[in-house]
């Protein structure tokens, strides 16, 4: 806690933490409900597909967005649901289940489809170094908690019956629709031209949505009693009872992808709010979409790629996950495997300064060391200002290429001595705490000393290499890379290595 307490105090107001809010459609300081405490909910995934790049885009923006709270010293309870029953086909909540579908088409049960893709989903955030959230809840397992808050919207006055289940009449909500900053004659146009709502008999408005779906005859799994009759949750109903239930009725920060505004996020912000009488979040934070290679992400473009087609294609995950870092995640990125193979080049690049870092043997006292200091300090203040002013993450890279630039230019003068290096490998090392990008394990991989048969290898090929046997070299240089994953660089100063 004390060190939290002197990051913000080394904070001027220029600097304070600033977020972009959908709902006022401005960045605003951000003040947590509780004082160091920050309550965030983000939409997860519903269980039934493995996830594209395009959603991973945005849960590597949300892990960043957390990690820049948490650096700014508070501590972050963070929620991210898994939904397993009630994501109907059409978001506008109408059609079937889709992992209901799911589950018919492959003759497996809804649980075995559901805890298939939720690990696959958890691998995929593990490799891109996204930290778990605090808790993963499922709907299916907090069927209480939902009834019990959709009682308190049907004893509001909220609820209606219609041919396949309980709705929520949103003319009955005033401010219905705020969030996505259009008038309810725009957003009613918006979603007639959407085409995707189907006539459900005994709906009264067309931005109705369903929060207790009726049971078919025929269907078993995932299907409850309540008040209203045998069924199961509508998709909106589930993120709201869950934040509420582990973050309280008002709490800080809700997050999700841009396409969550108009329908999912406008429909819990009215149920949220119709059944508590008071607000419900106070920072909506949304995530842009990823093109790919120009284009939206489309089956009949076959351009929809996920996390293992990445690392089926030999990529290291983190440099996927740099590249997601290039764009502000307000703005649409555009993907393409050339933007991927350069972000390779910049990982290793950082990579291999931080371990050649660690190389420097110069012990010299350097007269203007302090001025050097001074100048990687103010880069990393340009850093965190950056991050702090709504995530601006391409400049805040551009502050730490400078850092490296910096550094690099003066090793190449023969200035940098060990102590200078050792300062910038710090600074480096909290950038990380933000960017996730493993720095740690390459600021220290020189420092374990290598094993006996690995030396004895590097050595060989180096001896192999002066004395012009190239084959030799290049079969050694092969052996370490397949056998102990060292990448060998030759550099002017000699021969250097790294894990990729
Ligand atoms: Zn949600």
């Given at each position: 806690m004390q060190k939290a307490f002197i990051r913000l105090f080394e904070l001027d107001s220029d600097t304070m933490l600033k977020l972009y809010n959908t709902l006022i459609r401005k960045k605003m300081p951000f003040k947590p409900i509780h004082d160091k405490l920050v309550g965030l909910y983000t939409c997860g995934i519903t269980a039934y597909y493995s996830p594209h790049i395009g959603n991973m885009r945005t849960y590597i923006n949300e892990d960043v967005i957390r990690r820049v709270i948490q650096r700014n010293g508070y501590s972050v309870t963070h929620i991210q649901n898994v939904t397993d029953v009630g994501h109907l086909v059409s978001d506008a909540d109408t059609g079937e289940d889709k992992l209901r579908l799911a589950a018919e088409k492959e003759h497996r049960t809804m649980r075995s489809i559901a805890d298939f893709y939720t690990k696959m989903f958890t691998d995929d955030m593990e490799s891109l170094n996204i930290l778990m959230p605090s808790l993963m809840p499922k709907p299916s397992e907090h069927i209480p908690e939902i009834i019990s808050l959709i009682k308190r919207i049907d004893e509001k006055g909220f609820l209606y019956k219609a041919e396949d289940g309980m709705y929520f009449?949103?003319?009955?909500?005033?401010?219905?629709?705020e969030l996505t900053g259009m008038t309810l004659k725009e957003l009613l146009d918006n979603l007639k031209a959407g085409a995707r709502v189907d006539v459900v008999k005994g709906k009264k408005n067309i931005t109705d949505f369903v929060v207790w779906r009726f049971a078919h005859g025929d269907e078993k799994e995932m299907i409850w009693d309540s008040p209203w009759g045998r069924g199961f949750p509508g998709w909106h109903i589930e993120c709201s009872a869950l934040s509420m239930k582990y973050l309280g009725e008002h709490f800080d920060i809700h997050t999700g992808g841009v396409d969550h505004i108009a329908i999912h996020h406008t429909n819990e912000i009215a149920q949220s709010e119709a059944a508590?009488?008071?607000?419900?979040?106070?920072y909506w934070m949304h995530m842009n979409f990823l093109v790919v290679e120009g284009q939206k992400m489309s089956k009949s473009l076959r351009n929809i790629f996920t996390v293992q087609d990445i690392l089926g294609r030999g990529y290291n995950p983190l440099a996927f996950r740099l590249f997601m870092m290039?764009?502000?995640?307000?703005q649409i990125l555009n993907f393409t495997f050339e933007g991927l193979d350069n972000a390779v080049k910049t990982l290793n690049g950082m990579y291999s300064f931080l371990e050649r870092l660690g190389e420097v043997k110069n012990t010299a006292k350097n007269l203007d060391t302090n001025d050097f200091k001074k100048a990687i300090t103010t880069h990393k203040k340009l850093f965190f200002k950056a991050l702090n002013d709504d995530i601006n993450t391409p400049q805040s890279l551009a502050e730490m290429h400078a850092v490296i630039s910096e550094t690099n230019s003066r090793k190449e003068s023969g200035k940098l001595n060990k102590a200078e290096a050792r300062f910038v490998a710090k600074v480096m090392l909290t950038f990380d705490e933000v960017?996730?990008?493993?720095?740690a394990e390459h600021v220290s991989a020189k420092k374990e000393p290598l094993a006996a048969e690995i030396k004895k290898l590097v050595d060989e090929r180096e001896t192999a290499r002066k004395s012009k046997d190239f084959k030799k070299a290049d079969e050694i240089r092969k052996l370490l890379g397949e056998k102990y994953h060292i990448v060998l660089e030759d550099t002017k100063d000699g021969v250097v290595w790294h894990k990729p």
């Open positions: 009449d949103t003319a009955k909500f005033k401010s219905y629709g508590t009488g008071q607000k419900f979040v106070n290039s764009g502000h995640y307000r960017l996730g990008l493993n720095f």
